[in-house]
């Protein structure tokens, strides 16, 4: 290789451990030239060549620093973990638009205005009958879901309430919950439901007795 072919956009291989674009390359007499040159890590250095050293050098073809070449499985994975990480910025209702409801704006307003923004809280949703408690405990609860701040949950409510309350759960909001009862307690290897079942439903009045 010939000291004049090192000039600005070259990638030389020998001038450091890996190779290095040269950036720019200033004659410095017939037998030397002034390289300014980016390494691997975008490091930028100068050194003085001189004809008498490139016997070690050589170029090679400039080319992308990512080959591309991974599994697209193994990319996959992390990015749809960001992607539902992410998901909250380009939709502030992610729970309302991937359930099955139509919430009021009553609905809306106490979960988005309300709750939402008061997390973590103690709250009290004090509605009168059929103004839609659910409808607004569902929303809340995924969304705390989908943001990682609830792993466990459990849901008390009256006797004739408890399979309801599982219905719509699994059918409106994807929120798969058991019903917590004594079979159920009993056949678990380390006494706690939550293990196995981190969404749990119970009655009121089972909690009252024990």
Not at 59 to 67: A, M
Not at 145 to 162: H, N, T
Request: aromatic letters at 6%.
């Amino acid at each position: 290789m010939d000291l004049d072919a090192i000039e600005r956009g070259v990638v030389v291989v020998g001038l450091r451990a890996d190779p290095v674009e040269i950036i720019d390359a200033e004659q410095q007499g017939p037998d030397a030239k002034l390289l300014v040159f980016r390494d691997a890590n975008g490091t930028l250095a100068e050194q003085l060549l001189f004809r008498a050293d490139i016997a070690g050098l050589s170029l090679t073809e400039p080319g992308s620093r990512w080959s591309f070449d991974a599994d697209p499985r193994e990319f996959q994975l992390p990015a749809e973990a960001m992607r539902i990480r992410l998901a909250g910025l380009h939709d502030p209702m992610l729970a309302v638009s991937s359930s099955d409801i139509e919430p009021l704006p009553h609905q809306i307003q106490a979960v988005y205005g309300e709750l939402l923004p008061r997390a973590p809280l103690r709250f009290l949703l004090a509605d009168d009958p059929g103004a839609g408690k659910t409808i607004m405990a569902g929303p809340y609860a995924k969304e705390l879901m989908q943001c990682g701040d609830v792993s466990r949950m459990l849901i008390v409510a009256p006797g004739g309430l408890v399979e309801q309350w599982q219905d719509e759960l699994a059918l409106k909001f994807g929120i798969r919950a058991e019903l917590l009862t004594r079979d159920l307690v009993a056949s678990t290897l380390d006494g706690n439901p939550f293990t196995a079942h981190p969404t749990l439903i119970v009655r009121m009045d089972q909690l009252a007795r024990d």
